[in-house]
């Protein structure tokens, strides 16, 4: 049976009633799971109720999840919890409960929030004297608020009486505190560390994952030596899928699994080793598996890192949760291709420094036989690596870090006219948003060189050539969002033209150049951040690779993006179509032989006021020639005709279609989900009439070579 000592519940749990408990089978048990929960408080209503407050930090009653400025508030029961975050780290103040009779054998509660033992804590008072504290688990920048169970082993105080003070008496960083849900049992709601020794007989370690499972802390040790350790969610029984761990360097080896929080006993009894990687007959043949972006085999990607041309291959690092299917854990993915399409996944290449100090993105370079790369070592500041073996394992430059400051995401550039390294850091600097350039004659030692406004993360740099203005270069600066700038840059400053410009629009984030292109092109490859992959062991994809030129318009020098000419090696059969002219009453479907992702090529000459309107598998993708705007889904970029003509190149993937309208004027990524069986492809106009030419589809072939 449950009982409230606390009127905070209200009228849901009423003292030894057990009313509602019969009238309302669904709320019988507390929400913790326990069957002899004598709760203290759950923090559900809308005031603290018989909890004295003072100070300011608790607020005036408790809170709804995260409060302003705070990271994602996790883990709570129901809807509101203690969070002392109001007014953020410098507020302080108290929360204590009135006495109640201690009659279990363990008093649980949930706590997050910063870990101090006198600054930011919960305390139990038992005859005045404060008997067992606890705190929340952060002493340093990053962290987590995800708020987790602790027990209190409270045996030796049965039959008395107690009382539970909250104390956030911490103004600075992680100066605050996260309680919820303090129940009485003689169970403990703690998690017991579990740990399982295992004889590394194949390469790969396999986890078993359950989407949405608490997130378990998990270390592989070798000898007392920790040798991996991230957070997964766990599956204790049957997963959603599978993840790895490469520990082919310990063949042989016992490797000691365990978890801070396994909930059973047998937590980690799922874990395999295998020489071969999870479902690896399925791999790449998965229903929802793009067959021409790069997605990783397993986890979840974001930023293209350390794109670079060396011998021969062009790398592809990436920001990677190998672990799972959302955002954490950060380490470099890799993988090479000899044609920027075809894509060949290695191991992952960079390992973070230690839990919590995470290989955040970077770039790379070519040179003298090596790789160079640069990247924000979380913990640290902004590293440098070099690899002898095309970017397998990596040893650390002696001066690391090299940069240290309130930022992230160095990218390397080369600027011959003063003959020095610059490093582009996208750079905190007075709570401002700026990019920062640092430079360096030998990538040792790195001097300040100056910082512009306006730029928020993973900044790119470049110079080209100006198409159709003979000897005319300039340089290209953009940050995470694509938007750009051109000028000059002199080695020291970036002198920007006015205007910030636009090439991509829709599912598109943190895009990078490569580094080292043999034959001087400028190539960008894009998070394509976003997209959908309904029950798939991976998550998120890149944008096809792009070849970037500055060209002159009417309306000044513009960036254009184009996919690169390899991509045409990925060209099957291929249907035209002859040229017509679409109105309300003439549509076509335009049929072919082509499998479900393909190339959609097509010129339309627009007549005044009309709205032509494409269906690509489903997806509408519209031009409105009254309002020069071309839209694909929900993204819409201006648009003018080009001697009267709009022309489209469309690449339609399982999860996504880019658009090139006017030979790369306008570039657009967007997310879809299409029926598995559509192929369809239809053309309409809504408004006035269009002459739809030079229709060609191209069925596209796998990039997967495995
Ligand atoms: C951009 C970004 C970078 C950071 C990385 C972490 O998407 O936030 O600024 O380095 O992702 O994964």
Redesign the pocket.
Known sequence: MIRSIGNITGALFIAGLGLLAHASPARAADPSGLADAVLVADFEAETYGDWTVTGKAFGPAPALGALPGQMAVEGFLGKRLVNSFTGGDASTGTLTSRSFKIERKAINFLIGGGKSLDGTFIELIVDGKSVRRSTGPNDSPGGSERLAWKSWDVREFVGKMGTVRIVDDRKGGWGHINVDHIVQSDDKLEPEPVRRELIATARYLLLPVKNGAPKQRMTLTLDGKIIREFEIELAEGPGDFQVFADLGAYQGKTIVAATDSGRRKDALAGLVFSETLPNADGLYKEACRPQFHFTSRRGWL??PNGLVFHKGKYHLFY?HNPYGRE?GN?HWGHAISDDLVRWKELPVSVYPYKFGD?A???SAISLDGDIIAAF?STGRGECLLRSKDEGLTWTEFPGNPAVKHEG??PKLVWHEPTKQWIMAL?DEYQNKRMIAFHGSADLRTWKFLSRIDGFF??PDLFEAEVQGEPGARRWVLYA?DGKYVIGQFDGKDFHAEPGKHQLWFGNF??AQTYANVPDGRHIQIG?A?GMKYPGMPFNQQMTVATELTLRKTPDGIRMFGTPVKEIASLRGSATSVSAQTITRDHHIGIEGVWDDVFELNLSLKPGEGSVGNLKVRGLPIQYDAAKRTLQCGTVSAPLEPVDGKISLKILVDRASVEVFANDGRVAMSVGFTPAAKDRSVELSASKGSIDVSDIKVYELRSIWTR
Do not use: L
């Open positions: 974001n930023d920001q955002w950060m995470w955040f993105s970077g924000t992230r995401d996208y993360e993973c995470a984030y943190a998070w951040n």
